[in-house]
């Protein structure tokens, strides 16, 4: 079975650019999440889906960063403007259900350079 | 959000048990304990989940104290490709079906020949 893609492996930027991120789930998952992972760090939730529904977003800096799943299906991270802290690896998962004893499966994740 | 607690780092050898333990004093009381494997540039793998006492599977161990204030991942007879960076996963329970999910910050296993 295909795994989560995402798209695009790497990305240079400057500051107070805009940026965005794209995901696809594995087939009929319908459950997805962003994660941002800085350099040392654990994965920190931004934000979770159910289908098209946002289930958790509440750390999602939302004066800079959105996100839209409007299908069910596919995603999109967006940051706008930019800023330095936002360098990081951002990982993208699906899950079957949103119910805690379902394994997330991660994509290879996007580095972004903010310079 | 759910507060976790993981060594930084552990070093073991080639055909050793090793053992990680992660304390998460504020686990929702419906929430599973989750543990993921992270190679350099890839995402994370899933590896064990449990609720409570002891779960087994064909690559770790996941033993949790009645309590459920903390974690302990347990690997048989680690090998060189087991060297990669370990992470708890808890949730903090909120309104309807909603999770708080919080990882870890990680525990480096190295393992040496």
């Known amino acids: 079975e295909a795994g989560v893609a995402q798209s695009p492996r790497y990305k240079i930027i400057e500051k107070r650019q805009s940026v965005a991120f794209w995901c696809n789930p594995i087939?009929?998952?319908?459950?997805l999440y962003w994660y941002q992972q800085i350099l040392g760090q654990g994965p920190k939730l931004l934000i979770q889906?159910?289908?098209?529904?946002?289930?958790?977003d509440s750390q999602l800096p939302k004066d800079r960063f959105s996100a839209e799943r409007l299908k069910g299906v596919d995603s999109t991270l967006k940051i706008q403007p930019a800023k330095l802290e936002d360098s990081a690896v951002y990982l993208c998962a699906s899950s079957y259900r949103v119910t805690s004893y379902n394994e997330q499966f991660f994509g290879p994740g996007t580095r972004l350079t903010v310079l | 959000l759910a507060k976790t607690t993981q060594p930084i780092s552990m070093d073991s050898y080639e055909g050793q048990e090793v053992n990680i333990t992660c304390s998460h004093n504020n686990i929702a009381t419906n929430d599973y304990i989750t543990w993921y494997q992270q190679f350099p540039s890839q995402g994370p793998r899933f590896i064990i989940q449990g609720y409570k006492t002891k779960v087994t599977n064909e690559v770790a161990s996941l033993f949790i104290p009645a309590d459920r204030k903390s974690s302990t991942l347990s690997l048989p007879r680690v090998s060189l490709s087991d060297t990669a960076v370990y992470y708890c996963?808890?949730?903090?329970?909120?309104?309807?079906?909603?999770?708080?999910?919080?990882f870890g910050s990680g525990t480096q296993l190295t393992v040496l020949p």
């Open positions: 996963l808890v949730g903090a329970s909120t309104s309807g079906s909603a999770r708080q999910l919080t």
């Open positions: 889906f159910q289908n098209n529904g946002v289930v958790d």
């Open positions: 087939s009929g998952h319908a459950t």
